[in-house]
Nanobody, 123 residues
Framework: QVQLVESGGGLVQPGGSLRLSCAAS????????MGWFRQAPGKEREFVAS????????NYADSVKGRFTVSRDNAKNTVYLQMNSLKPEDTAVYYC????????????????WGQGTQVTVSS
């Protein structure tokens, strides 16, 4: 079992930045690929970014490329999502998740999920 707890969400103006954190506990954190997903009101949950167990392979949704950066610190059992140049359409609940295998952008590939943190981009 892996327990995941996200933090760092909040209200930010368009063009601003936020850094989300996801702290993991339980089984060996470095065994897992970590992903970030988000769900906006009235929409399905969608893939945002992922990072391999070593941090060497990064993947991003087209909508966030060049603005968001995913990273991890295996010594701290934590994965991060740095979000810059935020737009109102980035408003959503953001979830981190842990995957042992499968496609990086498929929800079904992720075995463990956090409870989510709200990000609201509004003036």
């Amino acid at each position: 079992q892996v327990q995941l707890v996200e933090s760092g969400g909040g209200l930010v103006q368009p063009g601003g930045s936020l850094r989300l954190s996801c702290a993991a506990s339980g089984r060996t954190f470095s065994d897992y690929r970590m992903g970030w997903f988000r769900q906006a009101p009235g929409k399905e949950r969608e893939f945002v970014a992922s990072i391999s167990w070593s941090g060497g392979v990064l993947n991003y949704a087209d909508s966030v490329k060049g603005r968001f950066t995913v990273s991890r610190d295996n010594a701290k059992n934590t994965v991060y999502l740095q979000m810059n140049s935020l737009k109102p359409e980035d408003t959503a609940v953001y979830y981190c998740a842990a995957s042992y295998r499968g496609r990086y952008n498929y929800e079904s590939s992720y075995n463990y999920w956090g409870q989510g943190t709200q990000v609201t981009v509004s003036s």
